[in-house]
Structures are given as structure tokens and as C-alpha cells.
């Protein structure tokens, strides 16, 4: 929905003009859309001034946020170099603006495979997507897996979250996670 709102603002704008058109999200945090060249993408920034934002993530899968309390929960296009080339992949990250943000993708599928009775490992490697709602006042992560036809393992899964638990995935990235940066903007970000 969001996204359909941007592109109408970028085509009510003048995508010819390249200015950037923002919608706000709430608690400080707005999507940007950048069009230019052929291309077109989605970023996630936080205004720290009025005149200042600053970058949370420059590319967003277009999945929507949720934001409680000042954390955002948002799904990335994270860039990769595999076996098979170049590509983009989502992620699932948390953030409290001005801190990085923190890929939790494998906390929350660690979590879900427990709780699923579920291998982590095959968890992460038929990991597709994540989809955050807010539903009932908690977090309620829609997961997507690759499956073959006639296997065992599910398609879809969830995994719900109360806040307090989120922050506690924040907490743990601050004092065990990795300084990362994407491979294609540079942008930083910490990772589990």
C-alpha cells in the first residue's frame, strides 16, 4: 500500500525532475523514493533535524514497516556474491534510530525452528521472506520458505513477538553482534 503511495508521489512529482519524495511513517522515520536513470528504490530514513535524515537502510523490500515506540521492524534488500553470481536478498532488521540496525533475520528463524520443532539450519537455508504485522499490540513475523513440491518442510510459518522481546534481540546485537556493511551502498548495519 505504502509503496503504491510513494510511486503516485513520484509520478505526481515528475520522476524527470529526480527529486526524491518522502512519506512519512511516523516517530521520525519516513520512506524515500529515489528515481532516476531507469531505476527506482525505497530507502528507510530517520530525520534527525529537519534539514538532516539520516540513512537506516537504502533499499527496502517492498514488505512495509512496523514501527512501536520508536523501533522500526523492516525487511532490506541486502546485496550478495554467491556461487551463482550477484543478487539481492531480504532481510529481516529491527532498529532504534540513531543506533544501526541489526539484522535479526537468524534470531527470529532460530526462534521458529524451536518453536516449530524445526532445524535451524534448514530453517536459514529455505529461508525466502519475512513479512512484519502488527497484530494485538505484538509483532507477528510471516515467514516464507522454498519448499519441493512433496516435501515435509512447510511453506509458511509465524513466529510472535512481544516487544520486549524485540528489544531484547536490539540489547543482544549491542553487546555480541558484528559491525557489518552492505556490499553495494556501504551502508552500516550490526549482524548476528
Same mark, same amino acid.
Not at 536513470?37 to 537506516?56: N, Q, W
Not at 514501527?67 to 536478498?89: A, K, L, Q, S
Not at 539450519?121 to 512484519?132: D, G, I, K, Y
Not at 509458511?156 to 516487544?163: I, S
Given at each position: 500500500?505504502?509503496?503504491?503511495? !510513494?510511486?503516485?508521489? #513520484? %509520478?505526481?512529482? =515528475? ?5 526524491? $519524495? *518522502? ?9 524515500? $523514493? ?7 528504490? &525505497? ?8 534539514? +538532516? ?9 517492498? /514488505? %512495509? ?12 534488500? &541486502?546485496?550478495? &556474491?554467491?556461487?551463482? %553470481? ?10 532504534? *534510530?540513531?543506533?544501526? @540496525? ?10 521458529? $525452528? +524451536?518453536?516449530?520443532? +524445526?532445524?535451524?539450519?534448514? *530453517? ?12 494485538? =499490540? ?11 513440491? =512433496?516435501?515435509?518442510?512447510?511453506? +509458511? ?7 520486549? /522481546?524485540?528489544?531484547?534481540?536490539? #540489547?543482544? *546485537?549491542?553487546?555480541?553482534? !558484528?559491525?557489518?556493511?552492505? #556490499?553495494?551502498?556501504?551502508? @552500516?548495519?550490526?549482524? /548476528?
Amino acid at each position: 500500500m505504502r509503496m503504491g503511495l !510513494v510511486l503516485l508521489g #513520484l %509520478g505526481l512529482a =515528475g520522476c524527470a525532475s529526480n527529486k526524491d $519524495a *518522502a512519506t512519512p511513517l511516523g516517530h521520525g522515520y519516513e520512506e524515500v $523514493a529515489h528515481a532516476g536513470h531507469g531505476s527506482f528504490r &525505497v530507502s528507510l530514513e530517520y530525520l534527525e533535524t529537519a534539514d +538532516k535524515p539520516l540513512m537506516i537502510w537504502p533499499s527496502l523490500y517492498d /514488505q %512495509g514497516e512496523v514501527i512501536h515506540g520508536g523501533v522500526v521492524v523492516f525487511v532490506g534488500d &541486502v546485496p550478495f &556474491v554467491g556461487t551463482g %553470481g550477484r543478487g539481492m536478498h531480504p532481510r529481516l532488521f529491527a532498529v532504534q *534510530a540513531p543506533a544501526l @540496525p541489526v539484522d535479526i533475520t537468524d534470531t527470529v528463524l532460530w526462534n521458529w $525452528a +524451536k518453536s516449530a520443532h +524445526k532445524d535451524f539450519n534448514l *530453517a536459514r537455508e529455505n529461508f525466502s521472506l519475512a513479512t512484519p504485522v502488527e497484530k494485538d =499490540g505484538r509483532l507477528e513475523l510471516q515467514l516464507d520458505f522454498w519448499s519441493e513440491e =512433496g516435501s515435509k518442510w512447510p511453506d +509458511k510459518g509465524t513466529l510472535t513477538l512481544d516487544w520486549n /522481546q524485540v528489544n531484547g534481540m536490539l #540489547l543482544q *546485537a549491542k553487546q555480541r553482534g !558484528v559491525l557489518m556493511k552492505d #556490499l553495494r551502498w556501504h551502508t @552500516p548495519y550490526v549482524g /548476528q
